[in-house]
């Protein structure tokens, strides 16, 4: 199974960007995908999470501003950032949590990272 970021860059501040997140290989079902981002220095953070029934969690910095959404017949999970601002500067990692690749058997993956920057 593999996870395939897309979508960061620099922005400037107030701007929007739009995170994609594909997952693909052998995969039976996703039980979560999220985002989480990552500073130097600094531990990952958790800025979004989402389940396959919907349901949705934020990291309490960007609660308001940021979107998570999921196409689970894509295995794709996408972040939309608004207002963005400096300290939202970070490599932002997409996770699949509980991925099912045959009945029984559940694996946690991470993505490569793409790299955000807000400028002021």
């Known amino acids: 199974v593999q996870l395939q970021a897309s979508g960061g860059g620099l922005v400037q501040a107030g701007g929007s960007l739009r995170l994609s997140c594909a997952a693909s290989?052998?995969?039976?079902?996703?039980?979560?995908m999220g985002w989480y981002r990552q500073v130097p220095g600094k531990q990952r953070e958790l800025v979004a999470a989402?389940?396959?029934?919907?349901?949705?969690s934020y990291g309490d910095s960007v609660k308001g501003r940021f979107t998570i959404s999921r196409d689970n017949a894509k295995n794709t999970v996408y972040l939309q950032m608004n207002s963005l601002k400096p300290e939202d500067t970070a490599v932002y990692y997409c996770?699949?949590?509980?991925?099912?690749?045959?009945?029984?058997?559940?694996?946690?993956?991470w993505g490569q990272g793409t790299k955000v920057t807000v400028s002021s």
């Open positions: 996770a699949a949590v509980r991925v099912v690749v045959t009945p029984g058997d559940e694996y946690d993956y």
């Open positions: 290989g052998s995969i039976f079902s996703i039980n979560a």
């Open positions: 989402i389940t396959s029934g919907g349901s949705t």
